[in-house]
Every structure is written in C-alpha cells, then in structure tokens.
C-alpha cells in the first residue's frame, strides 16, 4: 500500500478488504427476508395508527397525541429508508454517492429528531401532571406544531452544513464514484466526524437532563397528588419508557465504535455483527412508540380497535363511532 495514502484511504481500504468476504446466498436472503419482513409489519402498525389518528378530530387539538404521531411518521421514514439502503447494500453493494448521500441525510435527520421528540413529550407529560391548571394554556396544538418545526429545523441546520462542507471541500468527480453507503464514506472530512461525536454528546446530555428532571418531578407528584395519583403514575411510567427509547437511541451513537471493537475481536464475524447491531439499533426501539401510546394508551387504543378492527373484518363503524363520541 502506497505510504502517502490518506487516512480514509488506508481505513476504506481495509473495511473494504474486510466486507468483501460475502455473505452466501441463502444467508443473505434470510436476512434481508427477515428485516423486510420486520418492516412490513411495522409499516402495517404505523400507518393503523396514523389513520386512526387522522379519522378521529378529537387527537388534532391534543398536543400528547400530536407529538406521538409525529414519532411514528419521523420512526417510519427512518425505518423505511435504513432498511432500503440496507437491501441496496446487498444487492449493489457500491452505490452513487450523490444517492447515497441524499437516503443518508433524511435517515440522520430522522434519527437525530427522534431524541428531540421524546423530550417534547416528556416536557408536555410534565407540564400536564404538575402544571395542570395552565396545561391548556402552554400546550396548545399551535404551539406543538411549531416546536415540531423547530426540531426539525435544528436537524436540518445541523446535518445540510455536513453536505455543504462536503461540496466545498471535494471534487465534482467525487459524486460520480460509487462507494459503500456509510455515513464516513460520504462525509469523510475528520472534522465531520468530530463535529458529530461533539453534537451526539450535546444532544444526549440535553434529552437525558430532561427526562431525568420531568421523570422525577412526575414521581414526587404521583406521592403528593393522591387524587390524582393514577394519571401521574401513569404518566411517570411513560416518561420512563422514553428513557428506555432514549437509551435505544443512545445506541445509534455508539454502535460504530462497538461494532469495530467487535469486529477487531471477531473479524470473521464483521457481517453477523453488523446485521446484529443494525436489528438492536434501528429496529427495535421502532417498536416502542406504538407500544406506549398505541396500545398503553387506553383512549387511543380505544379508537385504534374501533377503526383497524372495523377495517380489517370490513365492517362499518356506525353513526356514533363516526362521530367520536
């Protein structure tokens, strides 16, 4: 290998070499079968939810409900997108980098704004056990959805000057080549990479004090508020499962480093361990924002069985049921 070769060019080189060694066919079927299948599952709960949410007025003007369908569109795209480039990686392998850099930006937005939501909804579940005089005041759905914009104008800010930097600092020629769709194959400046370890330990630390802080003033509440004890339960409870979600979350910050000391242990293993990481990662916390308000959520529940059920065995809600009451 020649010497005066680039730090990228010495790192690609070996990942190349170290990937090159491909899955069997059968090996890579069943895998790419089963998170296809994962995603038509998931895309099936998604879009039950989100009609359900968009059939019945009464979640519009409700700010928990407008932050929760928000997660499940933002999951949703994220989902899809990670899961295309996931199949593309297989059946390609070297994609156009000005494709690969477009599908990149839209799965890091999506995966940076799912933090930003769970503090949004820990921040109204807060607001709603210990301020709840003033709750309709603060969380109306005007506000809700310009704090939605917020967080993805911030996302947008953030991650649009990577693909600025990355046009003024490479050549024209560069988006023409076809690379591995990683994200450090694309934006492969160190100083990207520094800028987004700095900003995933920023946004960790902002989310998690949040949670921390909503969490506990949930909890003292629940002791104090006997009357109103079971809704501050419940609302500690889900304020905790977005703690869960947000260390899920967490994960997709670290898994790069995880997965290469990983792979340095068991390089024979490089694909095992990524198809693994990639299920824990970005799969599997996809299934709790349904879970925590879709199924444990006994109003939107309601209305979720009311329509999918009727829609699934083509029965016709009747006059009441259309009529929200």
Same mark, same amino acid.
């Given at each position: 290998?020649?010497?005066?070769?680039?730090?990228?060019?010495?790192?690609?080189?070996?990942?190349?070499?170290?990937?090159?060694?491909?899955?069997?066919?059968?090996?890579?079927?069943?895998?790419?079968?089963?998170?296809?299948?994962?995603?038509?599952?998931?895309?099936?709960?998604?879009?039950?939810?989100?009609?359900?949410?968009?059939?019945?007025?009464?979640?519009?003007?409700?700010?928990?409900?407008?932050?929760?369908?928000?997660?499940?569109?933002?999951?949703?795209?994220?989902?899809?997108?990670?899961?295309?480039?996931?199949?593309?990686?297989?059946?390609? %392998?070297?994609?156009?980098?000005?494709?690969?850099?477009?599908?990149?930006?839209?799965? /890091?937005?999506?995966?940076?704004?799912?933090?930003?939501?769970?503090?949004?909804?820990?921040?109204?579940?807060?607001?709603?056990?210990?301020?709840?005089?003033?709750?309709?005041?603060?969380?109306?759905?005007?506000?809700?959805?310009?704090?939605?914009?917020?967080?993805?104008?911030?996302?947008?800010?953030?991650?649009?000057?990577?693909?600025?930097?990355?046009?003024?600092?490479?050549? /024209?020629?560069?988006?023409?080549?076809?690379?591995?769709?990683?994200?450090?194959?694309?934006?492969?400046?160190?100083?990207?990479?520094?800028?987004?370890?700095?900003?995933?330990?920023?946004?960790?630390?902002?989310?998690?004090?949040?949670?921390?802080?909503?969490?506990?003033?949930?909890?003292?509440?629940?002791?104090?508020?006997?009357?109103?004890?079971?809704?501050?339960?419940?609302?500690?409870?889900?304020?905790?499962?977005?703690?869960?979600?947000?260390?899920?979350?967490?994960?997709? %910050?670290?898994?790069?480093?995880?997965?290469?000391?990983?792979?340095?242990?068991?390089?024979?293993?490089?694909?095992?361990?990524?198809?693994?990481?990639?299920? /824990?990662?970005?799969?599997?916390?996809?299934?709790?924002?349904?879970?925590?308000?879709?199924?444990?959520?006994?109003?939107?529940?309601?209305?979720?069985?009311?329509?999918?059920?009727?829609?699934?065995?083509?029965?016709?809600?009747?006059?009441?049921?259309?009529?929200?009451?």
């Amino acid at each position: 290998m020649n010497s005066t070769a680039s730090p990228f060019e010495t790192s690609y080189k070996n990942y190349s070499t170290a990937v090159l060694v491909r899955d069997t066919y059968t090996k890579a079927f069943m895998k790419n079968l089963t998170v296809v299948l994962v995603w038509f599952i998931l895309s099936y709960i998604n879009v039950s939810v989100v009609v359900t949410f968009f059939k019945n007025q009464v979640f519009y003007e409700d700010p928990r409900y407008i932050l929760f369908i928000h997660m499940v569109i933002n999951d949703a795209i994220q989902l899809t997108v990670t899961i295309m480039l996931f199949v593309l990686s297989y059946i390609f %392998y070297f994609i156009n980098v000005s494709f690969c850099c477009f599908f990149m930006l839209v799965a /890091i937005f999506t995966t940076r704004n799912s933090p930003l939501i769970l503090a949004c909804m820990a921040i109204e579940r807060y607001i709603a056990v210990c301020n709840p005089l003033r709750h309709a005041q603060i969380c109306t759905a005007q506000r809700t959805y310009v704090l939605i914009g917020l967080t993805w104008f911030l996302c947008l800010v953030t991650e649009t000057s990577d693909l600025f930097f990355t046009l003024a600092t490479e050549s /024209i020629g560069f988006f023409y080549t076809s690379v591995f769709c990683l994200r450090k194959n694309v934006f492969r400046a160190p100083t990207l990479s520094n800028k987004m370890k700095a900003l995933d330990c920023l946004y960790f630390l902002v989310v998690f004090l949040t949670l921390v802080y909503t969490y506990l003033r949930v909890l003292f509440a629940a002791r104090a508020l006997s009357s109103e004890r079971s809704s501050a339960q419940k609302a500690r409870n889900t304020i905790f499962l977005h703690g869960i979600q947000l260390l899920m979350c967490v994960l997709s %910050y670290i898994y790069p480093s995880i997965e290469a000391v990983l792979s340095t242990l068991f390089p024979a293993q490089l694909l095992d361990i990524r198809y693994s990481t990639y299920l /824990i990662v970005y799969i599997l916390p996809r299934f709790l924002s349904p879970i925590i308000y879709g199924v444990r959520d006994t109003r939107f529940r309601k209305y979720l069985k009311r329509y999918f059920v009727c829609s699934l065995y083509k029965v016709k809600p009747t006059n009441e049921d259309e009529m929200g009451h």
